[in-house]
């Protein structure tokens, strides 16, 4: 069961970065303005990329214009990280800034989207690791021209000639088991019936 911290951690995280990805509607062509902000754990990161710089900016608009970013978009998403914030306290549960630790934040994009894991296959896409459906990364993901990682994790899926994984991000598949144990089981079948029988029963 994850703990209370760890699931609104991941709410604040990826709530705010999945209304972020709206910024990027003017980057789609500009693709040497989107480079000062990527990163190679993938879009999650390199959208808190664009959420910091804009706060170190001031919140201004004339920023957003030379950086090819939606003002009004980054704007609202400040206004929902506040609103989660003030949640947050009042569930008297405590925020600490991960700082420059890049894990921790892809691992509470696990503990959010722990069902949304796909794992490269040797055909060249990806397979959803639930329903094993045929998925490629998004064109407009910063991870789309890179080398394909082993595994990721997705926001959603947009069907159009394909089915394109949007919003990904990099993960240790250990941090499934870890996170959501109660979702995702690895090993042999002899393996897994062992670790369920070992697992507490809810009354």
Known sequence: MLCCAVLCCAMLCCA??????????????????KLRFSCHEGDHLTLLNVYNAFMQ??????????NYLNH???????????????????????????????ERVQRC?????????AR????????SVREDQTLYIHPTSVLFASKPPAWLLFNEVVETDRKYM??????????????ASHFYQFGTEREVMESAAKRPRLA
């Not at 705010?16 to 303005?33: E, G, P, T, Y």
């Not at 008297?92 to 991960?98: E, F, G, L, P, T």
């Not at 994009?109 to 949304?116: D, I, L, P, T, Y």
């Not at 949007?166 to 996170?179: A, F, Q, S």
């Open 120 to 127: 490269y296959h040797a055909s060249g896409c990806y397979r």
């Open 166 to 179: 949007r919003d990904v991000t990099v993960i240790d598949p250990e941090w499934l088991t870890e996170l």
């Open 109 to 117: 994009v696990v503990s959010g989207f722990f069902a949304n894991a």
């Open 57 to 66: 900016s001031h919140k201004n608009s004339r920023w957003c214009q030379q």
């Open 72 to 102: 009004k978009v980054l704007c609202r998403v400040v206004e929902i990280r506040t609103q989660l914030c003030k949640l947050l306290r009042r569930c008297q549960v405590k925020m600490v800034s991960c700082g420059d630790d890049a």
């Open 16 to 33: 705010v970065l999945c209304c972020a990805m709206l910024c990027f509607a003017v980057l789609l062509s500009q693709d040497k303005a």
